[in-house]
T-cell receptor, first 114, second 107 residues
């Protein structure tokens, strides 16, 4: 298996633009997580899905952020409109069976909002 | 919510020495405690984990201990090598991460 695949690897955009980050979990994994990593705040859980259903989105910073999982092999995290403080590395991760199993992280998307 | 504290934030050791990183948590119902290693520019990778029904777990040079009463768990790396240099994160369940420890192993 190729592991968790994220795209793009790098994204540079201007303030106010819409940004869409994409993730393909490991085939068969039923849990998918989105995290954000910054120097100031470390790794933060934004939202997680189980069987394509959002379970906990309490970490989503504000209404500008939204996430979807239309099927078992694809998820998106959208920021609209983007702001400079959204600049961070966004990781997607997946696991099988429960939230308390080994997490497999994607390579991350480095987002820079100018 | 859960409050995870990790110490120290930076740690330098001589090659061959041991390194210990400690995390505390607040929710006594928490039951899964993984540790991740993240090299510069790379993704976090699980190196060891422990569940609440176990007090200690070892995997070669790496061990984790859990004290449920005191609500803390620790990562122990013995016989450190330069390739152990990285940032290490503790986590509680998969939801709350510590702030990270930057470990440098000096050859």
């Amino acid at each position: 298996d190729a592991g968790v695949i994220q795209s793009p690897r790098h994204e540079v955009t201007e303030m106010g633009q819409e940004v869409t980050l994409r993730c393909k979990p490991i085939s068969g994994h039923d849990y998918l997580f989105w995290y954000r990593q910054t120097m100031m705040r470390g790794l933060e859980l934004l939202i997680y899905f189980n069987n394509n259903v959002p379970i906990d989105d309490s970490g989503m910073p504000e209404d500008r952020f939204s996430a979807k999982m239309p099927n078992a092999s694809f998820s998106t995290l959208k920021i609209q409109p983007s702001e400079p403080r959204d600049s961070a590395v966004y990781f997607c991760a997946s696991t099988l069976g429960s939230t308390n199993e080994k997490l497999f992280f994607g390579s991350g998307t480095q987002l820079s909002v100018l | 919510g859960e409050n995870v504290e990790q110490h120290p934030s930076t740690l330098s050791v001589q090659e061959g020495d041991s390194a210990v990183i400690k995390c505390t948590y607040s929710d006594s119902a928490s039951n899964y405690f993984p540790w991740y290693k993240q090299e510069l520019g790379k993704r976090p990778q699980l190196i060891i984990d422990i569940r609440s029904n176990v007090g200690e777990k070892k995997d070669q040079r790496i061990a984790v201990t859990l004290n449920k009463t005191a609500k803390h768990f620790s990562l122990h790396i013995t016989e450190t090598q330069p390739e152990d240099s990285a940032v290490y994160f503790c986590a509680v369940n998969q939801f709350y991460f510590g702030t990270g420890t930057s470990l440098t192993v000096i050859p």
